[in-house]
C-alpha cells in the first residue's frame, strides 16, 4: 500500500482503529462473562481513544512522539493461537483474541514502514507500530495475570 501524502496514511489508520472499535463493541455485546463483556468495552473504548489521538496528530502534527517510545515486546501472542468468538469465551481467550487483533495490526504497519518511500510517512508508521504494541503490552500483562495465576 502507498500513501501520497501523510493525510491519507492518517485517514488510513483512523479507519483502522474505528474498525478495531467495532470489532470490540460487538464482542462485547455478543459475550455473556462479565468480566470478558468489561475486557471488550474498555478495548473499545481504547481504540476509539486511538482514533481521536490520531485525529489531533492530523490537526496539528505535534503528538508523532507519543508513540515513538518502544514497548517491550514479551511475544506471548505469537506462542497463542486466534481463539474464535464466542458467546461463552473464558477471559483468558478473550484476552488471547485481542492481543493477536493488536499483534497484527502492528505487524501490519511495520510491513507498511517497510515499504515506505517517504521519511515521514515512515516515522507515522513506526509510531502507530509502536501505538499498537503498547496495547499488545497490555494485554500480554492480563494475559499472564489471569492465564498463569500461580505466578503470584
Do not use: C, W
Not at 5 to 22: C, S, V
Not at 25 to 53: I, M, R, S, W, Y
Not at 80 to 85: E, F, K, N, T, V
Amino acid at each position: 500500500m502507498n500513501f501520497t501524502d501523510i493525510n491519507k496514511l492518517i485517514d488510513f489508520a483512523i479507519e483502522q482503529e474505528n474498525a478495531a472499535y467495532a470489532f470490540y463493541k460487538a464482542a462485547a455485546e455478543k459475550v455473556t462473562n462479565p468480566g470478558v463483556k468489561q475486557l471488550f468495552e474498555e478495548l473499545a473504548q481504547d481504540e476509539n481513544g486511538h482514533a481521536n489521538l490520531l485525529e489531533m496528530y492530523r490537526r496539528n502534527k505535534a503528538l508523532g512522539s507519543i508513540f515513538k517510545t518502544q514497548v517491550i515486546d514479551y511475544k506471548i501472542a505469537e506462542t497463542q493461537d486466534m481463539p474464535a468468538l464466542s458467546t461463552d469465551m473464558k477471559p483468558a481467550d478473550a484476552i488471547a483474541l485481542a492481543m493477536k487483533r493488536e499483534q497484527q495490526a502492528a505487524e501490519l504497519y511495520r510491513s507498511l514502514a517497510k515499504n515506505a518511500n517517504d521519511g515521514t510517512e515512515k516515522e507515522a508508521l513506526e509510531n502507530l507500530a509502536n501505538m499498537e504494541m503498547g496495547h499488545k503490552h497490555k494485554l500480554e500483562n492480563a494475559f499472564v495475570d489471569i492465564g498463569y495465576p500461580e505466578v503470584f
